[in-house]
């Protein structure tokens, strides 16, 4: 059987993947049953298991490379909860597993993949496949790992049949990859900011000497319906737990004076801002916070 190294290299690695889970975890964000299950199973002692994991964890990260119209549509759902492929994903998830199920890897094998995948799902297994359930475990977290920023890669596309393949994807989702590989704009915010939330001023979570974890947050999303841009007036840094707040709209800036932070629980702050927001973004999120 003919096997052939796949193009691109993956974003970023399985133990970066643990590690901003790790990162996750501590900042008290429920993802027991994603990204923390995802890492309990592997760190266990049977072998299999271990397999089944890593085998989905990067399975997603290259469908994901192949099909980046997808990236921020699953980063905007429930980082808490396994993701539900809508009948749209599913059928790119079936073409690319069988497309790619004689490819492998250095660190991972998509045939693996393959065998580990029920039948419904692109797969060969008629009954069974456990190993399948860490797809929808990893992809909340995948997805948003690739559009944060904090582990981006220049170019997401995969290049399987050459360079003029490449330049006809690029054309046809030209404002999608922008969104995607434009990541330079949410870590030059974060500079900015020292790596601190502009709602709470803290930087929570330490990963090395000097160095904080924080989010980009986007206050018109990204992807449909939204079509939000990767713009620097459409982006606050925050940190993770004012993010999962932002996004289910429990906190929300005033139209009023652009700098107030109304919460449904707690009382008003200001938010630390260093650079202009545009306007329409804020009240846009803002009639999302009145609304629900």
């Known amino acids: 059987m003919n096997k052939k190294t796949l193009q691109p290299t993956p974003v970023f690695s399985f133990d970066e993947f643990l590690k901003h889970v790790a ?20 760190n266990t002692n049977w072998h299999n298991l271990q397999g089944h994991v890593k085998q989905a964890f990067y399975g997603v990260q290259r469908f994901l490379q192949e099909n980046p119209a ?8 429930n980082m808490g909860a396994p993701y539900s492929m809508e009948r749209e ?39 069974g496949g456990g190993g399948f359930t860490y797809v ?5 977290i995948v997805a948003r790992m690739m559009l944060s920023g904090a582990y981006a890669n220049p170019d997401l596309l995969a290049d399987p049949e050459g360079e003029s393949s490449k330049q006809e994807i690029r ?17 030059e915010l974060k500079r900015i900011y020292k790596y601190s939330c502009q709602v709470c001023r803290a930087p929570t979570i ?5 160095e904080y974890y924080t989010e980009g947050h986007h206050l018109r999303p990204l992807g449909k319906p939204h079509d939000g841009d990767d713009h620097e007036s459409n982006i606050i840094i925050l940190c993770p737990n004012h993010h999962v707040m932002f996004d289910h709209s429990v906190m929300a800036i005033d139209p009023k004076d652009e700098q107030t932070v109304l919460s449904k629980f707690t009382g008003p702050t200001k938010l630390l801002l260093h650079h202009k927001l545009n306007p329409d973004n804020i009240l846009y999120h803002y009639k999302s916070f009145i609304s629900g």
């Open 136 to 140: 929808p475990r990893s992809f909340p």
């Open 89 to 127: 994903m599913k059928k790119a998830w079936i073409d690319f597993l069988r497309k790619h199920r004689r490819e492998q890897a250095i660190d991972y094998s998509l045939g693996v993949l393959y065998n580990q995948t029920p039948v419904e799902w692109g797969g060969r297994i008629t009954g």
């Open 171 to 187: 054309r046809r989702q030209e404002t999608i990859l922008r969104r995607v590989r434009d990541t330079e704009k949410v870590r």
């Open 23 to 42: 990162m996750l975890g501590k900042s008290g964000i429920d993802i027991s049953q994603t990204g923390q299950k995802c890492a309990k199973d592997y």
């Open 70 to 77: 997808f990236i921020a549509r699953i980063a905007q759902s």
């Open 206 to 210: 330490q990963i090395g000497p000097n």
